[in-house]
């Protein structure tokens, strides 16, 4: 029984120890997005820049979208490049366990189709882009449409 008790005790001291996870409001985005679009997925190209995201290994991506709709800011090309992570396999093989109250992060990926994404992003001052919410937590700079 005192066992039970101290493993219970162990398990809410960790978890109160947690970081919080807190997700952008859509008017927060708004306001420090460059580029707000709706668009849907294309392709994706693999590049050569590796970096560390919140200990991982990764390689920068650049994914390209149809743009269907400008809601905030304009461009000419009717195709919005953003550039974000994937992870690379570790050398051992095995991916390291998160942990609650470690670093938080994400990767986004897509599958080619007709779904649509509300994207809120930065410039990168070359015609490019980047998500606003940043390269560790990416997923909340793409959010998909109900096609409802």
Not at 85 to 93: E, F, Q, R, T, V
């Amino acid at each position: 029984m005192r066992i039970r008790i101290i493993i219970t005790l162990i398990l809410l001291a960790h978890a109160a120890a947690a970081s919080p996870l807190t997700i952008p409001s859509h008017s927060n985005l708004l306001e420090n997005a460059d580029v707000v679009i709706i668009g849907h997925f294309m392709k994706t190209d693999e590049t050569e820049i590796h970096s560390k995201i919140s200990s991982l290994d990764a390689v920068a991506v650049w994914s390209d979208f149809q743009v269907t709709a400008f809601l905030k800011g304009y461009s000419s090309k009717q195709v919005a490049t953003v550039m974000h992570y994937k992870p690379l396999p570790p050398a051992s093989g095995f991916w390291p366990i998160q942990m609650t109250s470690g670093p938080r992060f994400s990767f986004v990926s897509f599958i080619k189709s007709y779904q649509h994404y509300l994207i809120y992003l930065k410039s990168d001052g070359n015609k490019r882009y980047l998500p606003v919410t940043g390269a560790e937590d990416p997923e909340y700079s793409f959010w998909k449409l109900s096609s409802k």
